[in-house]
């Protein structure tokens, strides 16, 4: 079975932490994030031509102002050491949920900045191996980088070819025009989001608004997917607070016809109701007309132990076929002779 790769924005770790981390810090969309942030004092005496209160805009501004090239320097250093402090409660989030919910086949592509993906990743991975694999298409505090080995792990950790400590990936700031090639790791994580997302049956964008800064983003990411006349089967499955018509008309260009799920919950995606097995599922509901039971998956008051449980039967069974992804789904409902 093809893939599913899953872009987030910063909606979701919004939803991950909707209460604050582990130590009640919070994180936020981009809009008002200064303020929420206790940045606005490094603006003092700055007079910006734009009104609008959105880091995006601002910090344009600034970027092309070189009499503000200092200013921009430490605004870059605070919102790097806040996002890097950042910790994950120690209750399943929906950051950890939506790990489990792939597998090794599978990607998740984050324009996040904090380490909250990062570290659910690495305490999922005490549950199970079979993971999806993790790109920051903007870099990310959590991440480090050997760009003469072409190898990257956690910031803490050293090149597996050359022993040498990893360093940290550069944060992309919000320009109008980002330059995805002159990083390393950022040129490779496009390169490979490029390969993966042309090669999916699913994608999912959570949390994630296209904003104007991301134009390029948005535009490699529609290459990749290519044509939706040639997309007639594939499911593309959205998870916002907007509205349902203000998601289609930001993503008309991915969706073919029908072929969409929309919802303001992570619980009632199909990363949720289907975890595992997302696209086996949905290409024998939609392809194969097999009845599929959406309340089989994750529930938002799973805890730890009630997840592996959960997780046991299709763990085993992971492990016996290697990983391979032309396993069978529980979420089907159909006659047992034809499951077996």
């Known amino acids: 079975m093809r893939s599913h790769t899953v872009i987030l924005g910063a909606g979701a770790t919004i939803a991950a932490i909707p209460n604050g981390d582990k130590n009640g810090k919070s994180s936020s969309v981009m809009n008002g994030l200064l303020k929420k942030l206790n940045l606005e004092e490094m603006l003092s005496g700055v007079e910006l031509q ?70 659910a990743y690495i305490r999922c991975s005490k549950i199970t191996s079979n993971l999806p694999q993790i790109l920051c298409l903007h870099g990310n505090v959590a991440v480090g980088f ?34 995805y090639s002159s990083d390393g790791y950022i040129n490779w994580c496009w390169k490979a989001l490029d390969i993966l997302i042309d090669d999916s049956y699913m994608l999912t964008i959570f949390g994630y608004s296209a904003p104007k800064s991301d134009v390029d983003a948005v535009n490699l990411m529609k290459k990749a997917w290519g044509n939706i006349e040639d997309r007639p089967l594939e499911e593309v499955s ?3 607070i907007v ?15 029908h072929h969409y799920r929309y919802s303001n919950s992570f619980f009632d995606s199909y990363l949720a109701k289907f975890p595992r097995r997302t696209c086996e599922t949905v290409f024998a509901t939609f392809s194969l007309n097999v009845p599929s039971d959406g309340s089989r998956g994750f529930k938002e008051n799973f ?10 039967d299709m763990l085993v069974e992971e492990q016996e076929n290697k990983g391979k992804s032309n396993l069978k789904s529980k ?6 002779d034809v499951n077996k």
């Open 50 to 119: 734009t009104k609008i209160e959105n880091l995006e805009d601002i910090y344009s501004e600034l970027f092309e102002r070189e009499e503000c090239s200092e200013i921009v320097r430490k605004l870059e250093e605070r919102l790097y050491d806040y996002f890097a402090s950042l910790e994950l409660p120690d209750e399943p989030t929906i950051y950890d949920f939506l790990i489990l919910s792939l597998t090794n086949k599978d990607c998740i592509a984050t324009f996040n900045w904090d380490p909250l993906l990062i570290q």
């Open 238 to 240: 959205v998870i916002d």
């Open 331 to 336: 979420y089907l409902v159909w006659n047992e």
């Open 303 to 312: 805890n730890w132990d009630m997840i592996k449980e959960f997780l046991s």
């Open 243 to 257: 509205d349902e018509a203000t998601m289609l008309n930001t993503w008309k260009d991915f969706i073919h016809s």
């Open 146 to 179: 050997c760009e003469e080995h072409i190898e990257f792990g956690t910031i803490d950790y050293y090149c597996p070819k050359c022993h040498n400590k990893f360093y940290p990936t550069k944060l992309l700031y919000p320009v109008k025009n980002k330059d």
